[in-house]
């Protein structure tokens, strides 16, 4: 269940056709695919996206569906904004021919890697790897999935602790990120007019396979940022997944323009 559009009847169950629908970058694993089960248990369907994980988004679909919602994953490399165009065009015939619909309601950019380099030691390449994905990409992905959006929808970014206190290693990372943090800002001020809110969430260090699974898999690193944390340990991805898609229900329609950050409390 990609590229391809499967007929409804293929779904585990019959959500209501009103149901409004997420789109989740990167949803396939981590803490997109955590947001994105979040977000399905809170009653909304769920387009995801991946970039080479063909099998693990087949997997998030088929919980998704079990969860009762519908759920359609599309390839996307957020990377390159030249395909970003036909990525809408995508969207918009999944829309039609899965949902009957022309527009979807909530936008998640999440989609990311990351990369550890001191910043003498940063390439250029590596620069501009992370420009692609984490800035430019989140810029014009989103300007050219607005006309899909209803209005009165929500935007949430992902950003990272690392944009508030400073660990050697990620001055370009943390960086990409800070200028995500500006941009929603703007993006809620030119938005609020289709009243579109647009907040970012930050989450601290998490255990997942995002940047080599260095906090999963690095005891000491894990310790030291456990120490450091006020609710004495690492973060899950289930710690995260739930704040975003608190971020898409009514209860917080007047939140917009904010930084969350879901860190546990660190370097307080």
Request: avoid cysteine; charged fraction near 15%.
């Amino acid at each position: 269940m990609t590229a391809s559009l499967p007929s409804p009847s293929s779904t585990a169950s019959s959500p209501e056709a009103g149901a409004p629908i997420a789109l989740v970058t990167g949803g396939s694993r981590g803490l997109g695919r955590n947001a994105a089960l979040h977000i399905a248990r809170q009653g909304i369907d769920v387009i995801l996206t991946y970039r080479s994980q063909a099998a693990e988004a087949e997997a998030t679909v088929a919980e998704i569906e079990r969860l009762g919602r519908r759920a359609v994953a599309l390839p996307l490399d957020v990377s390159q904004s030249a395909g970003f165009a036909a990525f809408a065009a995508q969207v918009r015939e999944v829309l039609s021919g899965r949902w009957q619909r022309e527009r979807f309601d909530f936008l998640v950019n999440n989609a990311g890697i990351g990369i550890h380099a001191g910043f003498m030691e940063t390439t250029e390449a590596q620069f501009d790897q992370l420009v692609d994905i984490h800035f430019k990409g989140v810029f014009f992905l989103t300007q050219k999935l607005l006309p899909l959006m209803n209005d009165g929808g929500r935007i949430v970014n992902v950003s990272t602790g690392l944009a508030r206190f400073a660990l050697p290693g990620f001055a370009a990372y943390a960086a990409m990120k800070g200028a995500v943090e500006v941009l929603t800002r703007y993006l809620a001020k030119e938005l609020g007019p289709r009243g579109i809110a647009v907040n970012v969430v930050a989450p601290g260090a998490i255990e997942t396979d995002f940047g080599g699974g260095a906090v999963r898999d690095n005891a000491q690193m894990n310790a030291f940022i456990a120490s450091q944390t006020a609710l004495g340990r690492v973060g899950q991805p289930d710690d995260i997944g739930g704040v975003i898609a608190s971020l898409l229900l009514p209860g917080s329609r007047w939140v917009n323009a904010q930084r969350i950050e879901a860190s546990g409390g660190m370097f307080l």
